[in-house]
């Protein structure tokens, strides 16, 4: 089956620091990937995807390449704001067949930018 | 056509009571589905629908769980003789799978039980 393995937290860096968030996955198929963004009291929004290998996702600074060699898709940002504080889910969906939009999510790693 | 909508947004209830969570998709998507988020973990896949045949249940979605999409339109679920484990945060997210390649979902707010 499918599963998303992410870099443990809490993460914690100071205002302007480099940030990455490790995501590694296991599929049966030839996945599309994703990165969701949870802001406190809120639900999930998408940050940002990639579809196939090589692809870089980007949005807000993020980004993401689709690694298929080392099945990763790694979030980095150069220079992270008190803003981005929020909790952070690497996931994977089949990109075609019956289960195709279905995903699957990794548990998370809580991000706190301190000014 | 403001994006996927979920009621009630909290409930409290006591062991042992029914509840019944509703979702309303994105009106141009076929597919939807139910997810639930405990503390600390990423969401994890309960239940879909593609209009309104149900087409994969979790071996999470015990007996007391059932979901329902009618119409192909707005989904409920359904949680019977509640237990304390229960307690969690219930996702609904829909997606068109007329063949676009990133099959991307859409969440809605979700709806937090607590089950005293």
């Known amino acids: 089956g499918n599963s998303v393995t992410q870099m443990e937290g809490p993460v914690t860096l100071s205002e302007e620091a480099f940030l990455t968030i490790n995501c590694t996955y296991t599929?049966?198929?030839?996945?599309?990937l994703f990165w969701y963004v949870q802001y406190p009291g809120e639900g999930l929004q998408l940050l940002l995807k990639a579809t196939k290998a090589d692809d870089k996702g980007s949005n807000k600074g993020f980004e993401a390449t689709y690694r298929k060699e080392t099945t990763s898709f790694h979030l980095e940002k150069g220079s992270v704001q008190v803003s981005d504080s929020a909790v952070y889910f690497c996931a994977l969906s089949d990109r075609a067949g019956t289960n195709a939009g279905k995903s699957t999510f990794g548990d998370g790693t809580t991000l706190t930018v301190k000014p | 056509d403001t994006g996927v909508s979920q009621d009630p947004r909290h409930k409290i209830t006591k062991r042992g009571q029914n509840v019944t969570f509703r979702c309303d998709p994105i009106s141009e998507h076929n597919r939807l589905y139910w997810y639930r988020q405990t503390l600390g973990q990423g969401p994890e896949f309960l239940t879909y629908f593609q209009n309104e045949a149900q087409l994969e249940k979790s071996r999470l979605l015990s007996d007391r769980f059932s979901a329902e999409r009618p119409k192909g339109s707005f989904s409920t679920l359904e949680i019977q003789r509640t237990e304390q484990g229960d307690s969690a945060m219930y996702l609904c997210a829909s997606t068109d799978s007329g063949g676009r390649p990133y099959n991307e979902q859409f969440f809605g707010p979700g709806t937090r039980l607590t089950v005293l």
């Open positions: 599929a049966t198929g030839y996945p599309s």
